[in-house]
DNA sequence: CTTGACATACGAAGACCTTCGTATTAGCAT
DNA sequence: ATGCTAATACGAAGGTCTTCGTATGTCAAG
């Protein structure tokens, strides 16, 4: 029933995941036009990415369209989960609650922020009562 | 002041970086039999990695003795401040609170682990006022 | 002093990542 | 049809990471 043993993408396909998340299912123009404004790359580069990851199965393609759409296999949840996961087991030896006040404790975190973290708590507690 | 642009530790380097901290100073010796009893390797594998890393400077290197005796430039607390604020970054869009809530939800965390990270939550929120 | 155990240094292979140039193909306008 | 634009496919270079074999050096025991 595994569904979930994709290789954890490379930090050049997560900017890629990410334009997928946002955005939706594009084409590699669309995805080259978002990355470039911010990081200036070469349009054949992130072609090249983006049929790699196909090949990975990081991403769906169809192939319908002249211009292949792409669209990301999983959920942007599923893979921030995985990510947070394999940080959590390779540097904070599985213990998330360390993971979390380290998080806590060094990125500054908004007042509201805070609030929903809390409440967030709340139903934890109760659900493991 | 920067003393602390070293580079993002790999996989590989990070196993032998937690084995410093636990250990404390170590030789390549010491590192290696901790290290092969989880996961087989080979010892010129992780001498040669720790080389690099102290090229890196991921490590220092005391050389008094025969066996050089290595130890983690860096406390603990600080790389996984790095790692965290990286993944952040790549990964969640610089929300730390999507982060702590995504860490939260999906590893189980104990009873007594909420409540520290609930009293964490409150004296970021004193000290904020 | 010779040998054996054990240390470092070094080079190189193989895998993967990133980048880009070039070739080829598809569609459209003239 | 011809040619222009824009898309995909492909190969290869250059970098890093990981692994390991081999060479070399050092120390101590016999």
Redesign the pocket.
């Known amino acids: 029933m595994r569904r979930d043993d994709l290789?954890k993408p490379?930090?050049?396909?997560l900017e890629i995941l990410r334009v997928l998340w946002n955005r939706g299912p594009s084409?590699?123009?669309d995805v080259f036009d978002t990355l470039n404004e911010s990081k200036p790359?070469?349009?054949?580069?992130v072609?090249?990415?983006m049929?790699?990851m196909a090949d990975k199965k990081l991403v769906r393609r169809n192939?319908e369209q002249?211009?292949?759409v792409y669209e990301a296999q999983l959920p942007e949840e599923q893979t921030q989960n995985q990510l947070l996961g394999d940080l959590l087991h390779r540097a904070f030896g599985g213990s998330a609650s360390r993971l979390v006040m380290r998080a806590l404790s060094s990125a500054k975190t908004s007042k509201q922020e805070l609030v929903e973290i809390r409440r967030m708590i709340d139903e934890m507690e109760d659900r493991a009562k």
């Open positions: 290789p490379t930090d050049s396909e084409t590699v123009r790359t070469g349009y054949t580069t072609l090249k990415l049929q790699i192939e002249r211009a292949h």
